[in-house]
């Protein structure tokens, strides 16, 4: 499992109940992502952390498990995602593509290992 979180400590709670859940039943945490992980303005560039940093990151750390990477909201995420078209295929370049690769490289090495 993948546990994807948003900075503020109230979904870090439920990160808690999440965790909990998958070890009952057996299912291995691959790691933590965060989620909304501040705000690049599509026009400037600036990102600003109107929920928070780092929640994800701390959480990840207490309990002992990968920190994956942490996303941003950006205009342009949203629009391709409503247009059916991942950032990742239309910009590979874009600074958040570079993210979610770089995330999806650490899962795959993880998923390979568990695999033997």
Known sequence: ???VT???EVALADVRRGLKMFSQVNVPVLGLIENMSGFV???CGHETEIFGRGGGERMAAQLEIPFLGA???TPLLER???AGTPI???DPEHPVSRR???IASSLA???GSIRG
């Open 1 to 3: 499992g993948v546990i």
């Open 6 to 8: 948003t900075p503020q």
């Open 41 to 43: 303005c599509g026009s």
């Open 71 to 73: 996303i941003p909201l």
């Open 80 to 82: 391709r995602s409503d």
């Open 88 to 90: 990742v295929a239309s």
């Open 100 to 102: 979610f690769l770089e």
């Open 109 to 111: 090495g993880s998923i």
